[in-house]
């Protein structure tokens, strides 16, 4: 036995019932209050699931939500369900001869009334519920030992890995007796880490190598929820699944996930090792066809202000240094609907409200919090993000999704001074306020995209709604079994603007094939420009590589334009996606300042600063005869 | 004809709880040959929410129509009434069938029409 009582855990349920203001016992109490036992056997038979304690108490206060600052009435009243429960929790505890029920008891008491509110968010979250109640039943502890799997480097293995990701990827391996680690396959601007990795048999044959996705927690978790609710039945036949749950290492805020991968021949594994025109046509003939028929393909008519699928993209809205309420006046409060118009004159230091957002991420470790604006299907759109610095944490309860009725604070940056930053980073003497910069030749300018993007996001969008990828960049496309596309990272999975994953796609494609070849200068870069801009073959030198997937890209983009023809629509989605990259702090300053160039330029085409438009030359006309050939 | 239904309550203080209507003991009212339910904070409803203060005190009713199906009625109420899709919540704008056994929310409770037990 642990050695926990059933004080124990009503003492935690209790804590738990009045940082929630909600006053009475119920189920999800009992629940929290077991998963915070030092030595719960309820968290240990859920981490098997890949299910961290954390996770799952912000889950569960999601769903139950704060309640009111007046209570209603004294004292602690049981709810008539938790009754229920306590009650089949001593008939169990009676039956095995104890005269109190113990965790056990009460967790599968809890189970066997099958119909609480904890129950409905495990099930919302994918946990087996029947291996839960075995693995109780069971009752012998999971062993938390680290495992003795050898991890082995092959010569092409060429990233550091720290000791917790060394930890992590013994756990994820544990049932093998041997790892090789074969490749680091970079592309992400995250703190995420994917490897491919051929494990071995306790008898030392090799089984068929895998893709491992390290990440913090909560991504992971995010992300195996969203594989098994929006994609997994949506998946071609041949390409990435997510094999078993994840795996956590709860102490660090790490974990893990596992994807199959089926390899050609050739030992391509990354779309990279692609060359130019190859990668073009595999773009256009393999990929886009495969998910297509479930994704882009089943597009609908959608009409959206760009905010609501870009405004995310963007540094925060405005960043503050949390202050005590009451104790100065405040000078302005942010709500929904949020007016950017105010909130971009905001003063260093000025004292605002923000009420009814929605609590994106708490990161105690920073002290910072992140709102977003609306609530429920609102906050989906990830739209106005807020960021709290200095947030206090201590003694109050802080979890996802809940709605933050008021946090006040003093303004410390806007998003103007966020973009600012940005790009005086690239060059010390941008003018922020001038209408337009030089384009790709001596008389061509641009819009000023820190002058323009913020009237963009108010552009009407005509457009097409599909189920995404999101996250569509070169790292997260693999070149499987006979050309097979094998796409991993699920994490933004969503339905969304249908040339979101294209746009994001040939950002990707001009910061790792175009911008190494574009020199240092910013004469490089507008020649860089201006080969994006004029795309047309026949193409020549060593950055024309580059160039022929965006080609193809376009040539997607041509057909799942809402209008065919409307350029503009894709134009504001890139003038996004490239304005997000300029604030990548592990991209070249060479890459930076060409994307700069390309959202000015898509800015342009999308009629920004309306610099006679018509006139304009139109950065997305492509010359399509190559396809044909 | 006398109509009856039980509806659980699935959240908060009252977690558990099963309330039982019936048109014969004077229940809900009729309206162009429908029943209806109201469920608010205020003491007049069929279903009081009287400890939910993100309820509205005329927040929705449940309308049982003559084909025997069951409507979610919000009324313009404050705090919205919902009901569950899948793993997701959507909010009701005027009135949305509704099945036995779905999860609907007013305010912050959510409530269950039960399934009749065979």
């Known amino acids: ?629 | 004809m006398t109509l009856r239904v039980d509806i659980m309550v699935m959240s908060g203080v009252d977690d558990g709880q099963l309330l039982s209507f019936s048109s014969y003991n004077g229940d809900g009212a009729a309206e162009a040959g429908d029943w209806i339910l109201r469920m608010g904070r205020r003491d007049g409803n069929d279903l009081i929410l009287r400890n939910d203060t993100f309820a509205s005190r005329d927040h929705a009713s449940l309308r049982f129509d003559q084909a025997g199906q069951w409507w979610l009625v919000d009324n313009k109420s404050r705090n919205g009434t919902f009901i569950e899709e899948g793993h997701d919540e959507a909010r009701v704008s005027g009135s949305i069938p509704l099945q036995d056994g779905q999860l609907f929310r007013v305010g912050h409770t959510w409530l269950r029409i039960q399934p009749e037990a065979e």
């Open chain 1, 1 to 629: 036995m642990t050695g926990t009582t059933l004080r124990d855990i009503l003492i935690h349920a209790r804590q738990e019932s009045a940082r929630m203001q909600q006053h009475y016992m119920g189920v999800e109490h009992f629940c929290i209050g077991m998963l915070q036992l030092p030595n719960s056997a309820l968290a240990a038979a859920l981490e098997v699931q890949g299910y961290t304690p954390p996770y799952l108490i912000d889950y569960l206060r999601r769903k139950a939500g704060k309640g009111p600052k007046q209570r209603l009435w004294a004292g602690l009243p049981y709810t008539p369900r938790a009754d229920v429960v306590m009650g089949i929790a001593n008939d169990i505890a009676l039956e095995a001869g104890r005269t109190e029920p113990d965790e056990h008891d009460l967790a599968l008491a809890m189970l066997e009334e099958g119909d609480n509110l904890p129950l409905r968010a495990f099930a919302a979250l994918g946990v087996d519920l029947d291996r839960l109640a075995a693995d109780l039943k069971a009752a012998t502890p999971v062993s938390a030992a680290a495992p003795n799997t050898e991890l082995v480097f092959s010569d092409a293995f060429d990233a550091e890995l720290s000791v917790a990701h060394l930890v992590l990827l013994r756990r994820i391996f544990s049932r093998n007796g041997r790892v090789r680690l074969e490749r680091w396959l970079p592309g992400g601007h995250t703190s995420a880490i994917v490897l491919l990795a051929t494990p071995f048999r306790p008898e030392g044959d090799a089984d068929a190598p895998v893709v491992v996705k390290l990440d913090r927690a909560d991504a992971i978790l995010d992300e195996a929820q969203r594989y098994e609710t929006i994609v997994k039945r949506t998946l071609p036949a041949l390409t990435a699944r997510l094999i078993d749950t994840p795996v956590v290492l709860t102490g660090e805020n790490l974990a893990g996930l596992v994807y199959t991968f089926v390899p050609g021949e050739t030992g391509r594994v990354a779309a990279l090792d692609l060359d130019g025109d190859a990668l073009g046509n595999w773009l256009r003939d393999e990929l886009y066809p495969t998910f297509g028929a479930t994704w882009w393909n089943q597009r609908r008519p959608y009409r959206f202000p760009a905010w609501a699928e870009y405004d995310w993209l963007l540094p925060p809205l405005v960043t503050i240094e949390q202050i005590p309420e009451d104790e100065v006046k405040v000078a302005y409060v942010i709500r929904d609907p949020v007016r950017r118009a105010r909130v971009r004159t905001l003063e260093y230091g000025s004292v605002v409200s923000v009420e009814d957002f929605t609590l994106e991420q708490v990161r105690p470790d920073k002290q910072t919090l992140s709102l977003i604006g609306g609530k429920g299907q609102e906050a989906a759109r990830k739209a106005f993000r807020i960021e709290v610095r200095k947030a206090e944490l201590d003694g109050n309860v802080w979890f996802r999704g809940e709605i933050v009725e008021r946090i006040t604070g003093r303004v410390w940056r806007t998003r103007d001074e966020s973009l600012m930053h940005s790009v005086m980073a690239l060059d010390p003497d941008f003018d922020p306020r001038a209408g337009t910069i030089p384009g790709s030749t001596r008389d061509h300018r641009l819009p000023n995209p820190l002058v323009y993007y913020d009237e963009l996001l108010d552009r009407k969008v005509d457009a097409t709604l599909s189920m995404l990828h999101g996250d569509l960049h070169l790292g997260n496309i693999l070149v499987g079994h006979k050309q097979a596309p094998f796409l991993i990272d699920f994490e933004q999975a969503r339905t969304g603007h249908t040339l979101f994953d294209w746009a994001s796609l040939e950002i990707s494609l001009i910061t790792a094939l175009v911008a190494p070849n574009a020199g240092e200068t910013w004469d490089f870069a507008r020649r860089a420009l201006g080969m994006i801009t004029n795309l047309r073959p026949p193409l020549a030198g060593e950055a024309a590589e580059g160039v022929y997937p965006i080609l193809a890209v376009r040539e997607i983009v041509e057909q799942n334009l809402a209008a065919p023809g409307q350029w503009a629509e894709y134009a504001i989605a890139r003038a996004f996606v490239a304005l997000r990259g300029i604030g990548f702090s592990d991209l070249s300053t060479q890459a930076r300042r060409l994307l700069l160039l390309v959202s000015a330029q898509a800015m342009g085409d999308a009629g920004a600063g309306s610099a006679t438009p018509e006139n304009a030359p139109d950065a997305t006309q492509v010359d399509l005869s190559r396809t044909t050939s």
